[in-house]
């Protein structure tokens, strides 16, 4: 597993100040995507001290920061383990910030797949950002989102009630 990038301090990918780490490598290759360098899984690099950089940098400078992981694509077969594995850390940690995490696959996919190990992974985001780009779809006045076909899922009250639960906002 390799990462394309980690940024300490992302102003962009989620509320406030985040940590963000963008995975490396995609099996979907949406059209249009604007993260076409990172669909190689050869890409990338390794970061063998990965957990320890993000846990560090959440509260660096005595400010707290939320976590979010993109792509790539991070819960594809290559990626979801580590993923997992950063995830669990991060909320050992940090318990009470914000997650979260951008996915081409929807939701609906993620769970028809009984997979355990992306079940995991689900359980421990606040917030899901879900479904394929699509290019005939582009909106850049979307919160978090680059088209209108992609979610932002509030994945507690989606555990909770086991139905989609949208954050509503401008649409």
Same mark, same amino acid.
């Given at each position: 597993? +390799?990462?394309?990038?980690? +940024?300490?301090?992302?102003?962009?990918?989620?509320?406030?100040?985040?940590?963000?780490?963008?995975?490396?490598?995609?099996?979907? /290759?949406? +059209?249009?995507?604007?993260?076409? =360098?990172?669909?190689?899984?050869?890409?990338?690099?390794?970061?063998?001290?990965?957990?320890?950089?993000?846990?560090?940098?959440?509260?660096?400078?005595?400010?707290? /920061?939320?976590?979010?992981?993109?792509?790539?694509?991070?819960?594809?077969?290559?990626?979801?383990?580590?993923?997992? %594995?950063?995830?669990?850390?991060? /909320?050992?940690? #940090?318990?009470?910030?914000?997650? #979260?995490?951008?996915?081409?696959?929807? #939701?609906?996919?993620? +769970?028809?797949?009984?997979?355990?190990?992306?079940?995991?992974?689900?359980?421990?985001?606040?917030?899901?950002?879900?479904?394929? #780009?699509?290019?005939?779809? =582009?909106?850049?006045?979307?919160?978090?989102?680059?088209? /209108?076909?992609? =979610?932002?899922?509030?994945?507690?009250?989606?555990?909770?009630?086991?139905?989609?639960?949208?954050?509503? %906002?401008?649409?």
């Amino acid at each position: 597993m +390799k990462i394309a990038e980690l +940024k300490l301090n992302d102003c962009i990918d989620g509320e406030g100040i985040s940590v963000s780490v963008w995975m490396q490598g995609c099996p979907l /290759r949406c +059209k249009g995507c604007h993260n076409e =360098r990172l669909w190689d899984f050869e890409g990338g690099y390794d970061e063998p001290e990965l957990k320890g950089k993000i846990i560090k940098a959440i509260s660096a400078n005595g400010i707290k /920061r939320n976590f979010s992981i993109l792509g790539g694509e991070p819960l594809c077969e290559q990626n979801k383990d580590m993923v997992l %594995e950063i995830l669990k850390s991060v /909320r050992i940690a #940090y318990p009470d910030i914000k997650i #979260y995490l951008w996915t081409g696959y929807t #939701y609906e996919f993620l +769970k028809s797949l009984k997979d355990n190990t992306i079940n995991d992974i689900l359980n421990q985001l606040d917030y899901l950002i879900d479904g394929p #780009y699509v290019e005939s779809e =582009r909106d850049l006045t979307l919160k978090l989102r680059g088209s /209108r076909n992609q =979610r932002l899922i509030d994945m507690k009250t989606t555990l909770e009630s086991s139905k989609v639960v949208l954050v509503l %906002e401008n649409k």
